[in-house]
């Protein structure tokens, strides 16, 4: 384990130089400075920059030990990454500062945005209780509102609303839920489930429409069974993916596609983005090679098979193992992309191809 960790630290060290020294077209060539720009972020722990660690009781998680946080950081922040997380990289790219979790004591600028998402979040209220579902973190939201009317006035609070870029990550842990439970589920519960999840997120868009938001962007449901932590849990399963989760998501995608088309047709000025976070990242777990990484279907950090749990440990410092570099890996943890991952991801939400995300990318959204 402690050459594990100097190995660890020594990449990040060639990993840091080298990224300084890379181009600035390989990241940011089309990123162009804008003032104005706000971001408001919902979702679960991959979005989730550490809001968690602020909710009354909790209780220490595996996220707040190393190497969490190793890579950009250099110690944990809650995020369940070695490094920055996509709304990180999407505020990077806006030229706006890293969004602090919103639960953070202190003080906040709100007209820049902020993130209302928690590790373990569901659509719905009754998935991972403790954390901070949807219907709460649009209960946040209207706090945030409420805020920016006292601090700038009802007209320019209202400008800002309306500017937003509201970007959503969050459905994955609902199906992990329903399907850890549910392992013969039929295909017409499947399809009800589904529904009542599209149905609960509709709600919250149709709210956050109401209050003036009219930029929505989503990251789509990612391939549930591909996790290393999912394959851990089935080792039968080989090389391949556990079918169900996979399913639910897949069905999750296709009718949310449905759904914001409609709301466009429905409600004036909304304007919507999906990314396909499933195949972009499927993708890159069975070709690692084709995005320059070297392993795609095991973790960097974790034990077991795939090294599909335990990353972090009990105390921070035993239970599991560590590779050399993440940037080489494409999962960090059980179920959690690298900083490195997190790069390309983020690139093709801001700028992608309508291949992978449309009608409109954030970039655009931005612009609007």
């Known amino acids: 384990m402690a050459m594990a960790s100097v190995n660890f630290h020594y990449s990040f060290v060639l990993v840091f130089i080298a990224i300084l020294l890379i181009p600035s077209k390989c990241y940011g060539e089309s990123v162009k400075p804008r003032s104005g720009s706000t971001l408001f972020v919902f979702g679960d722990s991959l979005f989730d920059p550490g809001n968690n660690q602020y909710i009354n009781g909790s209780k220490p998680s595996a996220t707040s030990n190393r190497p969490y946080g190793e890579t950009f950081f250099k110690h944990p922040t809650g995020r369940v990454c070695d490094g920055r997380i996509v709304p990180d990289l999407i505020a990077l790219f806006a030229k706006l500062p890293i969004l602090p979790p919103y639960l953070q004591p202190g003080e906040h600028n709100f007209t820049d945005g902020t993130n209302f998402a928690s590790a373990g979040a569901g659509v719905l209220d009754s998935t991972h209780s403790g954390t901070i579902n949807l219907n709460l973190q649009l209960s946040y939201f209207k706090n945030v509102d409420k805020w920016l009317r006292q601090k700038i006035g009802d ?3 209202k400008k800002v609303v309306m500017r937003a870029v509201y970007l959503f990550s969050i459905g994955g842990n609902d199906y992990f839920s329903f399907s850890t439970e549910n392992p013969n589920v039929t295909a017409s ?18 709210e956050v429409y109401k209050m003036g938001g009219r930029n929505i962007a989503f990251q789509n449901a990612g391939p549930l069974g591909c996790t290393p932590g999912t394959k851990a849990m089935n080792t039968s399963l080989g090389g391949n993916c556990d079918e ?6 897949r ?3 296709k009718m949310l596609s449905r759904t914001l088309k409609r709301l466009e047709s429905q409600l004036p000025g909304f304007k919507y983005s999906i990314f396909d976070y499933y195949n972009s990242l499927y993708d890159r777990v069975f070709n690692p090679a084709k995005y320059g990484f070297k392993e795609g279907k095991a973790a960097c950090c974790g034990s077991g098979a795939y090294r599909g749990k335990d990353c972090g440990g009990n105390n921070g410092t035993t ?9 080489e890996y494409v999962w960090f943890d059980q179920a959690h992309t690298t900083e490195g991952c997190n790069w390309q991801l983020a690139k093709l939400l801001w700028e992608g191809s309508p291949k992978v995300i449309g009608p409109y990318n954030l970039k655009q959204l931005f612009n609007m």
């Open 244 to 249: 169900l989760p996979s399913a639910l998501a």
């Open 189 to 206: 519960h499947q399809k009800e489930y589904v529904g009542m999840v599209i149905g609960n997120l509709t709600n919250v868009l149709k």
């Open 155 to 157: 007209a320019e609070a």
């Open 251 to 253: 069905r999750h995608n």
């Open 319 to 327: 239970g599991y193992e560590l590779c050399s570099n993440p940037y």
